[in-house]
């Protein structure tokens, strides 16, 4: 084989497995080895008949360490990150050694969100309105600047874990304890009323080769309640909708990105206005690309991998019908004694694929982020509408039981 790639491998809970696969396959059909780097303790089946390595993956100097190894051992061409926590470290990797691909400037916009809607705003693209929280006074009068509701969230998380809504001043005085002692880890927005979209896209030397965009049908600050679910919007686009795609292009060329994959969210206004929301140098998460993957029939890591090593590649992607995927999740807490698989999901009508990432003897607690779920399906429709009536259906065919931690059945 001539050459390798890295690939820095989270195997948590079966997330990132079809990724690390499509990736793996992709280098393989271009004559290119892979090595793997997991985090230490964190074997994988998935990594078998591969070099692997491990690391601390959240210490970027042991991971730099590491990686000068592996570099000194392999002839690494590229480095693919699956996970949002390790843009910014592969970045550094790669200036390290001389690698091409996104380098820390880059990696650091589409991770500081400070940064971020800095240069969005550089850009001539609209954000929401946004404070440091230097003291709780400061959040306060914000507030009062914009209206309630308001965002506290950290300038560098993902999943929208330790991200607050604050609907009042009672509000601001429950959560200001929650983060006073990291206040510089935070930021505060401007809660935006509207639609909120996705656009997931693969770029080759600057331009556009691939996009989707596609609709929540939630709120993400509101998973606890509602389950997370999107659906594509690939026919019949709006004015507002095809100004997305366009301020979606503009953020990504902008921020530096030349050959890659991205994820990026707006809000549409209930007036029209579009307005930036984050951006990430990865493939989007949770079942985004399984979605994508069974609607427009390609694998965005896969794809990532093949425009790298491929300047000529252009993906194949087709269009077919409307494609939604919705998290599954529960109310029920305890240790799982029953739980619908993944197989019987696939068996309803309009499923398309489905995985499971809880079984009976797990134990489900009250989540901390919006993916902190127990799996997800993908499903076809003629539109929006009609797709969101099909996730109800398909919701409340999914049945978990549970007991208390601690008890268990007895025959």
């Known amino acids: 084989m001539t050459g390798a790639i890295l690939v820095i491998y989270r195997p948590v809970a079966g997330r990132y497995a079809a990724q690390f696969r499509a990736v793996v396959t992709a280098a393989a059909e271009r004559g ?40 000194a051992a392999h002839p690494v061409r590229r480095i693919f990150p699956l996970f949002e926590g390790d843009v910014l470290t592969a970045a550094y990797c790669r200036r390290d050694h001389g690698i091409d691909g996104l380098d820390p400037e880059g990696a650091l916009t589409f991770r500081d969100k400070n940064v971020m809607h800095r240069r969005a705003t550089e850009l001539g693209v609209p954000v929401a309105r946004s404070c440091r929280p230097e003291t709780v006074g400061a959040v306060a009068e ?3 600047e914009v209206g309630w509701p308001v965002v506290v969230k950290p300038y560098a998380g993902w ?17 200001w304890p929650l983060i006073a002692d990291d206040r510089h880890d935070y930021r505060v927005e401007e809660y935006v009323r509207g639609a909120e979209y996705h656009v997931d896209s693969l770029l080759r030397d600057g331009e556009v080769v691939f996009e989707q965009l596609s609709r929540y049908t939630y709120s993400v600050l509101e998973f606890r309640d509602e389950p997370g679910g999107t659906v594509s919007r690939k026919h019949d686009l709006t004015t507002a909708e095809r100004h997305i795609l366009t301020a979606s292009a503009t953020v990504l060329r902008g921020f530096g990105m030349r050959t890659g994959v991205a994820h990026v969210e707006f809000f ?144």
């Open 32 to 71: 290119v080895a892979a090595v793997a780097l997991l985090p230490t303790g964190q074997p994988s089946a998935d990594v078998a008949g591969l070099p692997c390595y491990h690391a601390d993956l959240d210490d970027r100097e042991a991971v730099r360490s590491v990686v000068a190894t592996i570099v």
């Open 142 to 144: 914000f507030a009062a």
């Open 159 to 175: 999943a929208c874990g330790d991200t607050h809504r604050v609907d009042s001043a009672e509000d601001l005085a429950r959560v």
């Open 268 to 411: 549409l206004r209930d007036d029209g206005e579009v307005i930036f929301g984050e951006a990430a140098a990865r493939a989007g998460g949770g079942s985004i690309v399984p979605a994508i993957e069974a609607g427009r029939g390609i694998n965005l890591a896969g794809e990532w991998c093949r425009l790298e090593l491929d300047p000529e590649h252009v993906p194949a992607a087709a269009l077919g019908p409307e494609i939604g995927t919705e998290y599954l999740c529960s109310d029920r807490y305890g240790r799982i004694t029953a739980i619908t698989s993944a197989q019987d999901l696939r068996a309803l009508d309009a499923v398309r694929d489905a995985d499971v990432w809880k079984s009976v003897g797990d134990v489900l607690a009250v989540p901390t982020a919006s993916n902190d779920v127990l799996g997800w399906y993908v499903c076809e429709g003629r539109d929006f509408d009609d797709v969101r009536a099909r996730f109800k259906v398909i919701r409340d065919s999914f049945e978990v039981r549970t007991e208390p931690v601690g008890e268990s059945s007895c025959g």
